[in-house]
T-cell receptor
Framework: GESVGLHLPTLSVQEGDNSIINCAYS??????FIWYKQESGKGPQFIID?????DKRQGQRVTVLLNKTVKHLSLQIAATQPGDSAVYFC????????????????FGKGTHLIIQP | DAGVIQSPRHEVTEMGQEVTLRCKPI?????LFWYRQTMMRGLELLIY????????DSGMPEDRFSAKMPNASFSTLKIQPSEPRDSAVYFC?????????????FGEGSWLTVV
């Protein structure tokens, strides 16, 4: 079936370095993607989103890149800080934002980002 | 602004008991979602509502699970009877579909342990 998956379960980076978290998706009908951050004991928190007609979107210290050719999504975090330590999920929505009804979101397994001091 | 509010935050119950999880979505949101999170399966969509009407419950594990949304500001997820394999974090989330960037906001979760 269709799925969204993450390449690496754990990513360890030095504080101040840039982080890149990758995600592969298989549903070619997906037209909207979201990155969530989940800290220990809390619910997923929205970071940034991107629609399929875009290749790149930037936020504050974060950038999402979308490569539809290879069905790949990445989240770049600039100058990582201790507060960035969390599990990061990519999620995709097929019909949710296309007027065809809401399917909710399909989440990947998550990548645990660890910031080394 | 108050976010999605869930209760209880933590519950420990014995196998066979009924469990009721509660959710108050963000005011004005017209979609409400129930998710379950486990280490093995990650985040799974159980059911979602649009304007209080259940739209898709295909993710509900079995008949022991039921969800209701009697009004726009309240929803429940009930497990009866509960089993140890139901132990998980249950998240409620809400959204308002009005164009691009319709973020789905999650509550803090209800941590359920069935012993």
């Amino acid at each position: 079936g269709e799925s969204v998956g993450l390449h690496l379960p754990t990513l360890s980076v030095q504080e101040g370095d840039n982080s890149i978290i990758n995600c592969a998706y298989s549903n070619s009908a997906s037209d909207y993607f979201i990155w969530y951050k989940q800290e220990s004991g809390k619910g997923p928190q929205f970071i940034i989103d991107i629609r399929s007609n875009m290749d790149k979107r930037q936020g504050q210290r974060v950038t999402v890149l979308l490569n539809k050719t290879v069905k790949h999504l990445s989240l770049q975090i600039a100058a990582t800080q201790p507060g960035d330590s969390a599990v990061y999920f990519c999620a995709e929505a097929g019909r949710l934002y296309s007027g065809g009804g809401a399917d909710g979101l399909t989440f990947g397994k998550g990548t645990h980002l660890i910031i080394q001091p | 602004d108050a976010g999605v509010i869930q209760s209880p935050r933590h519950e420990v119950t014995e196998m066979g008991q009924e469990v009721t999880l509660r959710c108050k979505p963000i005011s004005g949101h017209d979609y409400l979602f129930w998710y379950r999170q486990t280490m093995m399966r990650g985040l799974e969509l159980l059911i979602y509502f649009n304007n209080n009407v259940p739209i898709d419950d295909s993710g509900m594990p079995e008949d022991r699970f039921s969800a209701k949304m009697p009004n726009a500001s309240f929803s429940t997820l009930k497990i009866q009877p509960s089993e140890p394999r139901d132990s998980a974090v249950y998240f409620c989330a809400s959204s308002f579909l009005s164009g691009f960037g319709n973020t789905i906001y999650f509550g803090e979760g209800s941590w359920l342990t069935v012993v």
